[in-house]
Every structure is written in C-alpha cells, then in structure tokens.
Nanobody, 126 residues
Framework: QVQLVESGGGLVQAGGSLRLSCAAS????????MGWFRQAPGKEREFVAA????????TYADSVKGRFTISRDNAKNTAVLQMNSLKPEDTAVYYC???????????????????WGQGTQVTVSS
C-alpha cells in the first residue's frame, strides 16, 4: 500500500521560506514521478511543481517559478518542495502526489497522479 505523508507546513510572513517534505512508503520510489499541488479555500486544486523519476526533469507553475524548487532523494524515498519569497497568495493546503509516469516524464494534471498525501497547511501572512 502506498502512503504519502507531508510535513513542514506552517505560518510564515510574506517574504519568508518554508521547506515541505513528502515521505513516501513505496516499494520502488524511483518508479514514480512526484508532484506538489495546492488548494486554497474555494478554489480548485492546482499544480505547483513536479519532478521526474530520476530527478533530472522538473517543471513549475508560472506563479512559483524562480521561487520554489522541487527535489527528491530516491535513496530516502523523499520529495521536497523548497519555497522561498513566499507571498500571501501562496496560502493553501499543499499536497504531494505520486505518478507512475514513464521515465523522464513530468505531468501537471491532477487526474494523472495515482496517489496523494493528506496535505499540509501553508499560511503566509502579509
């Protein structure tokens, strides 16, 4: 059974940083691309960032490009989202997700991901 557990959320002032981690209980973590999504109250869940199975390919939403960095450690079954220069509009519940994608592929659509964590709240105050 696949389990994803996010951690690292919290309250931060605008301009600050947070580091989200996703611990994956997956037999072969490197068989999955990993993604981060977020959902603000009253809004649809939206793509934030994704990383390929090997970590060589990444993609970001335009709204976070240059501020957020996604990475992974296949030896530790962990995916990380480093968030810098946070803005109040980044406030949301952040979810990590696993996608049994082909090697080298990164995808950005909610429906393409197979497994989801429970989410972690990120609140950015102005």
């Amino acid at each position: 059974q696949v389990q994803l557990v996010e951690s690292g959320g919290g309250l931060v002032q605008a301009g600050g940083s947070l580091r989200l981690s996703c611990a994956a209980s997956i037999r072969t973590f490197s068989n999955y691309a990993m993604g981060w999504f977020r959902q603000a109250p009253g809004k649809e869940r939206e793509f934030v960032a994704a990383i390929s199975r090997s970590g060589t390919s990444t993609t970001y939403a335009d709204s976070v490009k240059g501020r957020f960095t996604i990475s992974r450690d296949n030896a530790k079954n962990t995916a990380v989202l480093q968030m810098n220069s946070l803005k109040p509009e980044d406030t949301a519940v952040y979810y990590c997700a696993a996608d049994r994608a082909m090697y080298g592929i990164v995808r950005t659509t909610v429906n393409e991901y197979d497994y989801w964590g429970q989410g972690t709240q990120v609140t950015v105050s102005s």
